[in-house]
C-alpha cells in the first residue's frame, strides 16, 4: 500500500486541532499587541523595542532551546508551553484592567511569548516525523494542512479579530489569546506519547548545541535547506521595510489598499501550500524547491515594474504561493531525513540562522531607498533570490534530496551515519 493511499493517523487530526486554534489566537495578539503599545506611546522606537523582543528568543537562545527540546519529551513541552504562554498573557490583560499596563511590561510579555513559541515550535517540528514514521508524502500533507490553517488563521481571521476585540477593552484580545492556549494546549496532552529519541548523554548542553548546528554546516542538502530562508529573509525583509511607501507613492494605493495588497500575497500563500505535494510529486523535491526560489525571484522582480496596483497584487500573490509550497516542502523534507535524536537541534539551528539575517534586509532595504530609489531595494531582492537559486539548486537537487532520503531509511540503521551521534565526533571552526 502507497502512503497516497494510507490516511493520516488520529493523532495528526488533533494537533491540526490545537495549532490552528493557537494560530487564531496569534493571529490577534499579533495586530493586538502594537495596538496595545500604540495606546500608551507614539515613539517609534518604543514600539520598535516592543516588536524585536518578540524574536530575540530565536536570535539568543534558538540553538540552546532545539538541543534542550531533544533532551525533552517533546508532547510535555508542547502542553507546557501553551499552558505557560496562557498564564502569561493573564499578566498584561490584568494590567490592562487596572490601567497599569506599560511598554517594559508589554516588552516583556512578548519577549517570553517569544522563548514559549521557540520551545513549542521546535518541540511539534520535532514531534511530527514521529507521529508520521518519517514517511515524506505523509510528511508534505501534513506540513500542507499545517500551513494553510497557520496562514488563514494568523494571516487572515486572526489581526481583524485582534482589531475588533480591542474595541470592546484592552484585556479582552489578550485574555482571548491566553484561552486559545490552553485549548491547544489540553489537545496536545491528548496526544499519543513518543519514545525518548535517544538514551540519555551526559555531554553539555552546549557541546550538544553544538553537535547539532555542525550537523546543519556539514550536510550540503540540510544547509542549502537552511540557506533558502536566511537568504529570503534578507530579500524579503528589503522588500517589506519599503512596501508601503513604493504602494503609496509609486502605486496610488492607500491604506485599505495595502491591505487589500497584502491579503493578495496571503491568498498566494494559502495556494502554495496546498499544490506543494503535487509540485514534489510532479517536479522531484529538489526541483521543486529550485522551481519556487525562481518563481519568488521573478515574482518580486514583477513587482518592482509593476506599473498598476493590479500588477502588483498579482506578483505578490505569485511570490506569496512561492514561498507557501517551500514552507511545506522544506520542512517535510528536513523532518524526512534528519535523525529523531538531532530533529529539534537541527530545525532551531535552521530558524535561528534566518532570524539572524532579517535585520541585514531591513537595514538593506531602506538603505538603498534612501541612497537611490523605492524601487531598488525590490530589484536588488530579486537579483539576491535569483542568485541564490542557481547556488541552492544544486546542494538540494533532487539527485542529493534521493540520496538522502534513501539514507534515512531506515533511520537509526546500523550502517546509517546519522545513527552515530555527532556530539561525537569533531567540527573544528563551526561554533
Same mark, same amino acid.
Given at each position: 500500500m502507497?502512503?497516497?493511499?494510507?490516511e493520516?493517523?488520529?493523532?495528526?487530526?488533533?494537533?491540526?486541532?490545537a495549532q490552528t486554534i493557537?494560530?487564531?489566537?496569534? &493571529?490577534v495578539?499579533h495586530?493586538?499587541?502594537?495596538?496595545?503599545?500604540?495606546?500608551?506611546?507614539?515613539?517609534?522606537m518604543?514600539?520598535?523595542?516592543?516588536?524585536?523582543?518578540?524574536t530575540?528568543?530565536?536570535l539568543l537562545f534558538?540553538?540552546l532551546?532545539g538541543?534542550?527540546?531533544?533532551?525533552?519529551?517533546r508532547?510535555?513541552t508542547?502542553?507546557?508551553?501553551d499552558t505557560a504562554r496562557?498564564?502569561?498573557?493573564?499578566?498584561?490583560?490584568?494590567?490592562?484592567?487596572?490601567?497599569?499596563?506599560s511598554?517594559?511590561?508589554?516588552?516583556?510579555v512578548a519577549?517570553?511569548l517569544?522563548l514559549?513559541?521557540l520551545?513549542? !515550535?521546535?518541540?511539534?517540528t520535532?514531534?511530527l516525523? !514521529?507521529?508520521?514514521?518519517?514517511?515524506p508524502?505523509?510528511?508534505e #500533507?501534513?506540513n500542507?494542512r499545517? #500551513?494553510?490553517a497557520?496562514t488563514?488563521?494568523?494571516?487572515?481571521?486572526g489581526?481583524? +479579530?485582534?482589531?475588533?476585540?480591542l474595541?470592546?477593552?484592552?484585556?479582552?484580545p489578550l485574555?482571548?489569546?491566553a484561552?486559545?492556549?490552553?485549548?491547544s494546549a489540553?489537545?496536545?496532552?491528548? =496526544?499519543?506519547?513518543?519514545?525518548r529519541?535517544?538514551?540519555q548523554?551526559?555531554e553539555?548542553?552546549?557541546?550538544?548545541?553544538?553537535?547539532g548546528?555542525?550537523?546543519v554546516?556539514? !550536510? #550540503?542538502?540540510?544547509?542549502?535547506l537552511?540557506l533558502?530562508p536566511?537568504?529570503g $529573509?534578507?530579500a524579503?525583509?528589503?522588500?517589506?521595510t519599503v512596501?508601503?511607501?513604493?504602494?503609496?507613492d509609486?502605486?496610488?494605493?492607500?491604506?485599505?489598499?495595502?491591505?487589500?495588497?497584502?491579503?493578495?500575497?496571503?491568498?498566494?500563500g =494559502?495556494?502554495?501550500? &496546498?499544490i506543494?505535494?503535487?509540485?514534489?510529486?510532479?517536479l522531484?523535491?529538489?526541483?521543486a524547491?529550485t522551481?519556487?526560489a +525562481?518563481v519568488e525571484?521573478l515574482?518580486?522582480?514583477?513587482?518592482?515594474?509593476?506599473?498598476?496596483?493590479?500588477?502588483?497584487g498579482?506578483?505578490?500573490?505569485v511570490?506569496?504561493?512561492g514561498?507557501?509550497?517551500?514552507?511545506? =516542502?522544506?520542512?517535510s523534507?528536513r523532518? +524526512?531525513?534528519?535523525p +529523531?535524536?538531532?530533529?529539534?537541534?537541527?530545525a532551531?539551528?535552521?530558524?535561528?540562522l534566518?532570524?539572524c539575517?532579517?535585520?541585514?534586509g531591513?537595514l538593506?532595504g531602506?538603505w538603498?531607498a534612501?541612497t537611490y530609489?523605492?524601487?531598488?531595494?525590490l530589484?536588488a531582492?530579486?537579483?539576491v533570490l =535569483?542568485?541564490?537559486?542557481a547556488?541552492t539548486?544544486?546542494?538540494?537537487? $533532487?539527485r542529493?534530496v534521493?540520496?538522502a532520503l534513501?539514507?534515512?531509511a531506515p533511520?537509526?540503521?546500523p550502517d546509517h551515519?546519522a545513527s552515530?551521534?555527532?556530539?561525537?565526533?569533531?567540527?573544528p571552526?563551526?561554533?
Amino acid at each position: 500500500m502507497t502512503s497516497d493511499a494510507r490516511e493520516l493517523p488520529t493523532g495528526f487530526g488533533r494537533l491540526w486541532t490545537a495549532q490552528t486554534i493557537s494560530s487564531l489566537g496569534d &493571529g490577534v495578539t499579533h495586530a493586538a499587541l502594537p495596538l496595545l503599545a500604540l495606546t500608551l506611546t507614539r515613539d517609534p522606537m518604543a514600539l520598535a523595542v516592543v516588536t524585536a523582543a518578540g524574536t530575540l528568543p530565536w536570535l539568543l537562545f534558538g540553538v540552546l532551546g532545539g538541543a534542550l527540546v531533544d533532551r525533552w519529551d517533546r508532547r510535555h513541552t508542547m502542553w507546557v508551553s501553551d499552558t505557560a504562554r496562557a498564564v502569561l498573557l493573564g499578566i498584561p490583560a490584568a494590567a490592562a484592567m487596572v490601567d497599569v499596563l506599560s511598554i517594559p511590561l508589554l516588552a516583556a510579555v512578548a519577549f517570553l511569548l517569544g522563548l514559549g513559541g521557540l520551545f513549542f !515550535d521546535t518541540a511539534a517540528t520535532a514531534y511530527l516525523p !514521529d507521529l508520521l514514521r518519517r514517511d515524506p508524502e505523509l510528511l508534505e #500533507r501534513a506540513n500542507s494542512r499545517l #500551513r494553510g490553517a497557520q496562514t488563514a488563521m494568523s494571516g487572515f481571521a486572526g489581526p481583524p +479579530a485582534g482589531s475588533a476585540l480591542l474595541a470592546l477593552g484592552r484585556a479582552v484580545p489578550l485574555l482571548t489569546d491566553a484561552v486559545s492556549f490552553l485549548l491547544s494546549a489540553l489537545l496536545v496532552r491528548t =496526544l499519543p506519547a513518543m519514545p525518548r529519541p535517544g538514551p540519555q548523554v551526559r555531554e553539555s548542553l552546549l557541546r550538544q548545541a553544538r553537535a547539532g548546528a555542525s550537523y546543519v554546516f556539514r !550536510d #550540503r542538502v540540510l544547509l542549502g535547506l537552511a540557506l533558502r530562508p536566511a537568504v529570503g $529573509n534578507i530579500a524579503f525583509l528589503a522588500v517589506e521595510t519599503v512596501l508601503a511607501l513604493f504602494a503609496h507613492d509609486r502605486l496610488g494605493i492607500d491604506t485599505y489598499g495595502f491591505g487589500l495588497l497584502l491579503t493578495a500575497e496571503a491568498t498566494g500563500g =494559502l495556494l502554495g501550500a &496546498g499544490i506543494a505535494s503535487y509540485l514534489g510529486r510532479r517536479l522531484g523535491t529538489g526541483t521543486a524547491l529550485t522551481c519556487t526560489a +525562481a518563481v519568488e525571484g521573478l515574482a518580486i522582480l514583477g513587482l518592482a515594474a509593476a506599473p498598476n496596483p493590479y500588477v502588483a497584487g498579482l506578483a505578490l500573490a505569485v511570490c506569496g504561493a512561492g514561498m507557501g509550497a517551500t514552507m511545506v =516542502l522544506a520542512p517535510s523534507l528536513r523532518q +524526512a531525513i534528519v535523525p +529523531a535524536h538531532l530533529m529539534g537541534r537541527v530545525a532551531s539551528t535552521s530558524r535561528m540562522l534566518a532570524m539572524c539575517v532579517a535585520p541585514i534586509g531591513a537595514l538593506l532595504g531602506g538603505w538603498l531607498a534612501t541612497t537611490y530609489d523605492v524601487r531598488t531595494p525590490l530589484y536588488a531582492a530579486a537579483g539576491v533570490l =535569483l542568485a541564490m537559486t542557481a547556488v541552492t539548486a544544486s546542494m538540494t537537487s $533532487n539527485r542529493r534530496v534521493e540520496a538522502a532520503l534513501r539514507a534515512a531509511a531506515p533511520v537509526g540503521g546500523p550502517d546509517h551515519p546519522a545513527s552515530k551521534d555527532p556530539a561525537q565526533e569533531s567540527a573544528p571552526g563551526l561554533l
